[in-house]
């Protein structure tokens, strides 16, 4: 049994399943690009550039979301993940990498690395 996480409103999110064994992963490689970009191709140009920002812990980034469940506390938050966006703007002290729109579902199972 595992838990699939995903966000609203994309029907499906945030549910528990099962069955005899675990699906069998494909390993997909993704690469960062100096520009902000994330592809499943590697970028032969920019192999030896480097991207870099300056952490302060005096001003931590908050965080939104969490709760993997249903949470009936008063002022809870909504459960899944949440758009970390509106916490972003403004700031220069952190980096993000996006892909090109999907063309499909993506579904991340186990684990996931960075180096």
């Known amino acids: ?3 699939v996480l995903g966000s609203e409103p994309y029907p499906g999110a945030n549910f528990l399943a099962s069955a005899d064994s675990m699906p069998t992963p494909i390993m997909t490689k993704y690469y960062t690009m100096s520009n902000g970009g994330l ?3 590697p970028d032969e ?3 030896n550039s480097s991207v870099s920002y ?3 812990p005096s ?6 979301g969490g709760h993997l469940f249903y949470d009936s506390r008063p002022n809870a938050t909504t459960c ?3 758009d970390q966006a509106p916490e ?7 980096l ?3 892909s090109k729109p999907l063309n499909d579902t993506l579904r991340i199972t186990g684990r996931v690395s960075c180096t």
């Open 1 to 3: 049994m595992w838990y």
């Open 39 to 41: 592809s499943a191709e």
């Open 45 to 47: 140009t920019n192999n």
């Open 54 to 56: 300056t952490y302060d």
């Open 59 to 64: 001003k931590p980034m908050a965080t939104y």
């Open 80 to 82: 899944g993940p949440q």
């Open 88 to 94: 972003m703007d403004g700031r220069d002290d952190f």
């Open 96 to 98: 993000s990498f996006t």
